[in-house]
């Protein structure tokens, strides 16, 4: 008996051991899985080497990370695209609009990257301030006859976020189609009851990721919707860079957000709408293709929708849209933006265009609201002013528009800031827009804006203490997570 008990704690010891050993070494050759994954991911060498050092000596910490933040594309199933036939069926009344662009052309660079023609027969009204574009949305809204299409990536439960609620409320009791995509990263501190509330009232929503089971949402929490766009019953589209919340109003004693916004109508509202059903069907896997109608041309201007996000092959969209303005401009290439952290490609392209005698100049907020992304840029002054880029500092407020002017016959405003995460990783909206009027329009609007800021120059680098140098160089390196 006392040989059996022997052997048989023998065997216990002898599996534990085993078993600890497995605890021991499984992460580590799950770091070596992950090492070969991120080896064919396309990160940059840079980061390809971080991921694999850490995958290998620190596994237990890197792995977690690597699976929400180190896969760097995404793929969408079939299950979340629109079929072909609905596609089909909400472009087919803007066919004898849509034109083939010419060769060697940004249009013709921006259709084989992304699949969107040029349109004609558009109008565009810019929004710039922030209380009016509040108040021009909500009379669209009261004169709705049919849907109500919103997607935003922040709503905010204050004061605008409430009055949108009541009004949006009111209209689905009154038998509008009404639909709410948010994302649930930026529109984490809307609580439940707001949401339950639009329910209520028959509102669909949705967040941009959808309902999925928890380890898929845990995958995906590094990829938003950072789209911000309003459609009425496919005849008017609102897009730009504003979210729901107060901080836009123009408020004594609050810090105040510059932003803008454009009223499209016109046949590319069709193109808008598609947009917003291929992400409602993403976050859904409903067909939402039955609310579009028929647009009427209401303009001359022609435009170009460029949907961008983590998704694009082989270059995400939006960064292929500046490398082409930087290529393609002849006088000037000016660009706003609250966030200037960009990729070793962007920040090559704009210096290529600055030495090359182009006015390149880039209107970039005072302050922002993150102290890492104000130390990353200083870090871009030595190298961009030293050969001729402008940079200029916006001082009334937070400046948060995103636009690119090139030349006096091309502009662009959407969602898209001017760092790693809007590049590479967020799904965003730009509105490419082709007229001379409207580039003047832009162009006088950022005068205006510039002659509220200074430019920042190698005096002020020089100048800065060297300990907040070394913070602003710290922070480059972290621009990917920014």
């Not at 200074?454 to 680098?461: C, G």
């Given at each position: 008996?006392?040989?059996?008990?022997?052997?048989?704690?023998?065997?216990?010891?002898?599996?534990?051991?085993?078993?600890?050993?497995?605890?021991?070494i499984l992460p580590h050759l799950l770091g070596g899985f992950f090492s070969l994954h991120a080896l064919m991911r396309n990160h940059t060498p840079q980061g390809t080497i971080a991921w694999i050092l850490g995958l290998n000596l620190l596994p237990y910490l890197t792995i977690p990370l690597y699976l929400a933040l180190g896969a760097e594309r995404i793929r969408r199933s079939t299950g979340e695209r629109?079929?072909?036939?609905?596609?089909?069926?909400?472009?087919?009344?803007?066919?004898?609009?849509?034109?083939l662009p010419g060769d060697g052309?940004?249009?013709?660079?921006?259709?084989?990257?992304?699949?969107?023609?040029?349109?004609?027969g558009n109008d565009i009204r810019i929004l710039c301030d922030g209380r009016e574009t509040y108040m021009e949305l909500a009379d669209a809204v009261r004169m709705a006859t049919r849907s109500i299409l919103l997607e935003f990536f922040i709503i905010r439960n204050d004061r605008v976020g409430s009055q949108l609620r009541e009004l949006l409320e009111e209209r689905a009791r009154q038998g509008l189609q009404v639909y709410v995509i948010y994302d649930e990263?930026?529109?984490?501190?809307?609580?439940?009851?707001y949401l339950k509330s639009l329910r209520a009232a028959g509102i669909h929503t949705a967040s941009?990721?959808?309902?999925?089971?928890?380890?898929?949402?845990?995958?995906?929490?590094?990829?938003?919707?950072?789209?911000?766009?309003?459609?009425?019953?496919?005849?008017?589209?609102?897009?730009?860079?504003?979210?729901?919340?107060?901080?836009?109003?123009?408020?004594?004693?609050?810090?105040?957000?510059?932003?803008?916004?454009?009223?499209?109508?016109?046949?590319?509202?069709?193109?808008?709408?598609?947009?917003?059903?291929?992400?409602?069907?993403?976050?859904?896997?409903?067909?939402?293709?039955?609310?579009?109608?028929?647009?009427?041309?209401?303009g001359k201007i022609r435009c170009q929708l460029v949907p961008s996000g983590p998704d694009d092959v082989p270059?995400?969209?939006?960064?292929?849209?500046?490398?082409?303005?930087?290529?393609?401009?002849?006088?000037?290439?000016?660009?706003?933006?609250?966030?200037?952290?960009?990729?070793?490609?962007?920040?090559?392209?704009?210096?290529?265009?600055?030495?090359?005698?182009?006015?390149?100049?880039?209107?970039?907020?005072?302050?922002?609201d993150s102290i890492m992304a104000d130390l990353a840029l200083l870090s871009y002054l030595p190298d961009m002013v030293a050969h001729g880029v402008r940079i200029m500092a916006y001082e009334p407020g937070f400046l948060h528009e995103k636009i690119a002017l090139m030349d006096d016959n091309a502009c662009a405003i959407g969602t898209a800031n001017l760092d790693e995460r809007s590049l590479r990783l967020n799904f965003e909206l730009t509105l490419l827009m082709h007229s001379r009027?409207?580039?003047?329009?832009?162009?006088?609007?950022?005068?205006?804006?510039?002659?509220?800021?200074?430019?920042?120059?190698?005096?002020?680098?020089?100048?800065?203490?060297?300990?907040?140098?070394?913070?602003?160089?710290?922070?480059?390196?972290?621009?990917?997570v920014l």
């Open positions: 008996m006392p040989i059996i008990s022997v052997s048989a704690f023998y065997l216990s010891a002898s599996a534990d051991t085993v078993d600890a050993r497995w605890l021991l629109l079929p072909e036939e609905a596609v089909t069926r909400m472009l087919h009344p803007i066919r004898e609009y849509l034109r052309t940004l249009e013709q660079t921006l259709h084989k990257a992304c699949n969107t023609l040029p349109c004609e990263i930026g529109s984490h501190k809307l609580p439940r009851g941009f990721n959808g309902r999925r089971f928890w380890w898929s949402s845990f995958l995906r929490i590094n990829y938003r919707n950072h789209r911000k766009l309003v459609i009425i019953d496919s005849e008017h589209a609102y897009l730009g860079s504003l979210n729901i919340g107060l901080e836009y109003i123009r408020i004594p004693g609050k810090t105040y957000w510059r932003d803008t916004f454009v009223h499209i109508r016109g046949p590319i509202v069709a193109q808008c709408l598609l947009s917003f059903a291929e992400d409602w069907r993403r976050a859904t896997g409903e067909n939402i293709s039955h609310l579009s109608h028929p647009q009427k041309p209401a270059l995400n969209n939006w960064k292929l849209l500046l490398l082409e303005m930087a290529s393609k401009a002849r006088r000037k290439l000016w660009l706003a933006t609250p966030y200037f952290v960009p990729d070793a490609t962007i920040r090559d392209a704009l210096l290529a265009a600055a030495l090359r005698g182009i006015d390149v100049c880039i209107l970039v907020p005072q302050q922002g009027d409207t580039a003047l329009q832009v162009e006088h609007m950022l005068q205006q804006d510039m002659q509220h800021a200074h430019p920042l120059t190698l005096h002020h680098w020089h100048h800065t203490p060297v300990y907040t140098q070394i913070a602003a160089q710290f922070c480059r390196l972290l621009s990917p």
